[in-house]
């Protein structure tokens, strides 16, 4: 089960979910907004998803004017950060 907090300040809300799952390797955190991109080469379309929901999440946050970003979980997994305008 995903980790989830948010907060707002000046005006912006930033919203950080985090897993405890097998992670993304740091020098791959750029390239896992790329469509159809996997971490893991072992892992095909029909045993590890199609490689669409981080550009998804990209185009979506970026259309409301917002940025999102993946940094290292502590004990392991990924964290997205995103970062919207209130109001």
């Not at 020098?27 to 379309?45: I, K, N, S, V």
């Not at 590890?48 to 999440?57: C, D, E, Q, R, V």
Request: no cysteine; aromatic share 6%; charged share 25%.
């Amino acid at each position: 089960m995903p980790d989830v907090q948010w907060n707002g300040d000046d005006g912006r809300a930033t919203v950080r979910i985090a897993d405890h799952g097998p992670g993304i390797p740091t020098d791959l955190h750029d390239r896992a907004f790329e469509r159809f991109f996997r971490a893991d080469p072992a892992r095909a379309r029909w045993t590890g998803g199609a490689g669409l929901g981080l550009p998804l999440a990209r185009a979506l946050v970026e259309a409301q004017d917002g940025r999102i970003h993946l940094e290292q979980t502590d004990g392991g997994g990924v964290t997205a950060v995103l970062t919207l305008a209130l109001g």
